[in-house]
């Protein structure tokens, strides 16, 4: 980049809750932060169901009244039903170990809450283009350059962050990317109307119906509508139909427990596929770079870690520019290794809980086990996203690192 000026501070790739949180704390602090992205606006995505830690964290960039407002569904609790006996357990998060940092979350239509955060990240001084797709990214000693498609040419700055979700735009390029073991599965998923609802604050309780080759998500909206997935291994769900509106139709109704729960459907949108989602990357910092969101790696919808550890890692990316932009300087390699290990370890403590639910029937014995309240409130915490407390037995004691809990 030798001797000409940057364009911006920071460019931001990716408009979602990672890119956009990131964008707002900068901005905020003065820095000239662009964000693009190649879409023409926020649009239907899952992920939607927030945990108390993440809402903290909307609350910290002043999203607490809009959150409130009444577009989003309040979420007070968990709850695990299983399928083959319908037995089940609620969790509230009032009764997490640390539950006065944060009791409340919401459910949320995706489209609804990413604009927010967009909008949020605009008015906070962040210039937000729509559109826009990047095409290269050219690290250099003193910057980076950020490519365009077609005549929109390019712009450079001082750092740029990858925030482009499953995309991946940098750890693709670089091959930082890496499957996770034993995670590949298969989600089929779409919104509907019609959908039986708790009383009073169990109205927005996710529900997770657990079996044996498979799980179901319900998360209820706030308009009424609801948010359905399935999620199994890849050969298990394409032999239960023809097509994935077969397909999803036989999961939906396989048992007493779905048939309950998912009874008066109406399909409001086309069905959904995912697949091999979940992965991680080796690196997630350089000098003039830092991965965010689900650029840095997923892990697997069950805990709805999603948005958390997007903002969680918007939060620390933010940071970490702000102090490299106040000394004029790239990143360190102390702070890209820290920056690094920081979020790896959110993610191998969520990942132990996925793999304790999938290999040693951890959600069943959490349901069936009535006296531990220890364990239990611990539980909770992880449930609501406190993966940083080091005095959770679940984490302390090493519990996750053993990969089998209860």
């Not at 077969?246 to 396989?254: I, K, S, T, V, Y």
Request: glycine share 12%.
């Amino acid at each position: 980049m030798g001797h000409i000026e940057p364009d911006y501070d920071v460019v931001v790739v990716g408009a979602g809750p990672g890119g956009s949180t990131c964008a707002r704390r900068l901005a905020e602090r003065g820095h000239a932060v662009l964000v693009v992205d190649r879409a023409s606006g926020s649009g239907f995505k899952v992920g939607e169901s927030l945990l108390p830690e993440g809402v903290r964290l909307c609350h910290e960039l002043g999203l607490a009244d809009a959150l409130a407002a009444g577009d989003f569904q309040p979420k007070h609790a968990a709850r695990f039903v299983l399928e083959e006996c319908g037995s089940q357990g609620r969790y509230p998060f009032a009764d997490a170990l640390r539950a006065e940092r944060g009791s409340l979350a919401y459910q949320v239509q995706r489209e609804r809450f990413d604009a927010l955060l967009v909008r949020h990240a605009d008015a906070g001084g962040a210039e937000v283009r729509w559109g826009l797709q990047v095409v290269a990214v050219d690290l250099e000693a003193d910057g980076v350059q950020v490519r365009f498609r077609g005549d929109d040419g390019d712009v450079r700055a001082r750092f740029v962050v990858d925030a482009t979700g499953q995309g991946q735009l940098l750890a693709r390029a670089r091959g930082l990317r890496r499957p996770l073991e034993g995670l590949g599965k298969m989600a089929l998923y779409s919104h509907f109307a019609g959908l039986p609802r708790g009383d009073g604050d169990e109205a927005g309780d996710i529900t997770v119906i657990w079996g044996e080759d498979s799980w179901t998500w319900i998360i209820p909206f706030a308009d009424g509508t609801t948010s359905v997935g399935v999620v199994g291994e890849p050969q298990f769900v394409r032999a239960a139909g023809a097509t994935d509106d077969a397909r999803f139709e036989a999961l939906c109704n396989r048992s007493a427990s779905h048939r309950d729960l998912l009874a008066g459907r109406e399909r409001l949108r086309p069905l959904q596929r995912a697949a091999d989602f979940s992965y991680e990357c080796s690196e997630l910092a350089g000098e003039r770079f830092l991965l965010v969101g689900d650029a840095a790696g997923f892990i697997d919808p069950i805990f709805s870690t999603g948005v958390f550890l997007a903002q969680t890692s918007a939060f620390r990316a933010a940071a970490d520019l702000n102090t490299a932009l106040a000394a004029g300087r790239g990143l360190t390699r102390d702070e890209q290794t820290a920056y690094t290990a920081d979020l790896h370890r959110a993610v191998r403590r969520f990942l132990s809980l996925v793999r304790n639910s999938y290999r040693h029937g951890f959600i069943q014995r959490a349901i069936r086990s009535r006296n531990r309240p220890g364990m239990r409130r611990a539980f909770i915490s992880l449930l609501a996203g406190d993966v940083f407390d080091e005095d959770n037995p679940l984490i302390g004691m090493g519990f996750l690192e053993r990969e089998r809990i209860f």
